[in-house]
């Protein structure tokens, strides 16, 4: 059905955008804090968006109830949960932070099931759990045993739950609020202004000197989360919450073959079996969303 295919398939864009994020986020972490990280992701997000406004914003848009729903969503995802995400990357690396992130899923579909009344067939939960499962793989290191600090958890966790959370809030939004791309904008412009203001606050002031490394690598940054984020919106819009969010939450998998291809990282038969669990829970939950 073409729906069930265009969710997959915008999933999958999704997820290999949040992937290749994660590798300029973590080059840019080695230049400017989480913080400002965050700022400079955001208003590059907010300001690609305004760039294309003549072509997606109507004013009808801005007195629909599913605005609201966005402007609160936008506090959790993508304000809090883009911080927690650096910070967690910055104390522990990304080995760990990924890993707890694959656990996004599992607080969508838990969501999708109360609050939207979905049901996932057997086949997605199977998907769901083989995706989950080859991420952890994929994304563990005993070395990272050692790192694995209270905080550091505290954020991670935090980061998934709110973005298990955004799935299904985003779902909802977008049956009162169908443009992706209105329902994008307005969640990172209420974060950005959320996020300029807890800035000020903790530092005093906002950041007038960012190494030139440190802001091209935010900014690339915030345009492949602008896209991706209009990818899972519009993924969210045509399918299940219960088969999206897995699909979406395979991006470790595009990231750990973004590092292959760029000589970062080796293929080792650990991760092998981790690239072959998510591909392979992947394609179940595609037959089962065609099937669907």
């Keep these: 059905m073409p729906l069930p295919s265009a969710a997959v398939l915008l999933g ?5 955008g949040f992937g ?17 990280g965050t700022l400079i992701s955001l208003s590059t997000t907010v300001a690609l ?23 609160i969503n936008g ?15 910055s104390r522990t690396g990304a080995t760990v932070a990924a890993t707890l992130s694959s656990t996004t899923p599992l607080f969508a579909t838990a969501t999708a099931i109360v609050f939207l009344g979905e049901s996932p067939s057997t086949a997605v939960v199977i998907g769901t759990l083989a995706t989950v499962g080859g991420i952890a793989v994929l994304s563990w290191s005993p070395a990272g045993i050692s790192r694995l600090m209270l905080a550091a958890l505290l954020f991670a966790t935090g980061a998934a739950i709110i973005r298990g959370l955004n799935h299904t809030v985003g779902k909802f939004g977008l049956e009162l609020l169908p443009n992706v791309f209105m ?3 307005v969640s990172f412009f209420t974060a950005l202004c959320g996020t300029l203001i807890l800035y000020r606050v903790r530092f005093g002031d906002f950041p007038t000197r960012v190494g030139g490394r440190g802001l091209a690598y935010f900014v690339i940054t915030g345009a492949l989360i602008a896209a991706a984020i209009l990818c899972m919106y519009g993924a969210l819009a045509r399918g299940e919450v219960v088969a999206v969010s897995p699909l979406i939450a395979s991006y470790p998998l595009f990231t750990f073959l973004i590092a292959v291809s760029l000589g970062q990282d080796v293929l080792t038969r650990r991760l092998l079996a981790g690239v072959i669990a998510v591909v392979g829970g992947v394609i179940i939950i595609s037959v089962a969303s065609a099937a669907y």
Aim: hydrophobic share 55%.
């Design 12 to 16: 999958l864009l999704a997820a290999l």
């Design 20 to 36: 290749a994020s994660s590798i300029t986020a973590k080059r840019g972490l080695a230049y400017v804090n989480p913080h400002t």
């Design 49 to 71: 968006y305004l760039l294309c406004a003549p072509w997606w914003m109507h004013g009808r848009d801005w007195f629909t109830p599913g605005f609201w729903i966005f402007v």
């Design 75 to 89: 506090l959790m995802h993508p304000m809090l949960s883009m911080y927690f995400a650096f910070e967690a990357t």
């Design 183 to 185: 329902a994008s904008f």
